[in-house]
């Protein structure tokens, strides 16, 4: 059975992500915050990790179990109030990740998977962030996939965000977006851009997780096909 470190995992993608590999055959470690596990369902899951990830000696520990993580760790500006910033949780996380799954003892290499945005690029702000964190990624020599979804969509996912915050995009984008795509041309801008509900991302997560081979960057337009390929209960049981 393919274990997996899920970092973020009382966010809105992680926690829907936690149940959706386990009902897919992975076997998994939840990262939970010690701040949040009190009040969060995962901080009494009995395989959760509550911790910081800069507790090396605890993240390494439990990396060594980890044949692949997946980071879905961010934050966003209103809850900066929180102590939480775009370098302390959409960068320096994966820089912890990325070490600890480069130091820790076998099994190597471990596929890092990494949810970062659409449209990160050099420069400053949340998308200046992601786009760093990305080359970590990049540079730390791991097989890596690096998602770039768009909007994300939880409703009805069954998601249990820490913030108690559904993500729902404004609701015309979703449909006016679905319209362009019937254009041909705009297609594949059409599928970079519109929501993704987080039962798809899930979905393509567990598939490139179960396929072991890292892809790269994805935006939507690879993302909904992969997602579209839901995995058999015992698929990751090999
Ligand atoms: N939501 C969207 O529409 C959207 C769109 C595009 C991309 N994304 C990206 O997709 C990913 C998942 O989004 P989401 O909405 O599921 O995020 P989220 O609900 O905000 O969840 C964030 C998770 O990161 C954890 N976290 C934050 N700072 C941390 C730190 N320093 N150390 C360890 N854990 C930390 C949080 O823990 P606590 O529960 O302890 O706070 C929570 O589990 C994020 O990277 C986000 O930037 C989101």
């Known amino acids: ?29 939840p990262h939970v915050r010690p701040k949040t596990a009190e009040r969060h369902p995962l901080g009494k899951d009995p395989r ?5 990830l800069s507790d090396t000696a605890r993240l390494d520990e439990h990396m060594a179990h980890s044949q692949a993580v997946v980071c879905t760790v961010g934050t966003m500006r209103r809850r900066f109030a929180a ?12 820089v912890q990740l990325v070490e600890s799954a480069r130091r820790a003892p076998p099994p190597r290499p471990r596929h890092f998977v990494l949810v970062s945005a659409f ?18 990624v990049r540079a730390s020599g791991l097989p890596h996939t690096i998602l770039r979804p768009s909007f994300i969509d939880s409703r009805g996912s069954g998601s249990v965000p820490s913030d108690g915050i559904e993500r729902k995009p404004p609701p015309a984008v979703g449909p006016a977006l679905r319209l ?6 705009f297609r594949e801008m059409s599928d970079d851009l519109r929501p993704i509900p987080v039962k798809i991302l ?4 567990a598939r490139i997780l179960h396929d072991g081979a890292p892809l790269g960057i994805l935006t939507g ?4 096909p992969l997602g579209a390929m839901p995995l058999a209960a015992t698929a990751a049981r090999r």
Do not use: N
């Open 119 to 136: 449209g990160a690029r050099p420069g400053g702000g949340y998308l200046g962030w992601k786009h760093k964190a990305e080359e970590v």
């Open 221 to 224: 337009r690879q993302i909904w």
């Open 180 to 185: 362009i795509g019937k254009v041909p041309r």
């Open 202 to 205: 899930c979905a393509a997560i």
């Open 1 to 29: 059975m393919i274990t997996v470190l899920v970092a973020g995992a009382t966010g809105a993608v992680g926690s829907a992500l936690v149940p959706h590999l386990r009902s897919s055959g992975f076997a998994v470690i």
């Open 48 to 52: 959760a990790l509550v911790t910081e």
């Open 83 to 94: 102590g939480d910033t775009y370098e302390t949780s959409d960068y320096r996380p994966v």
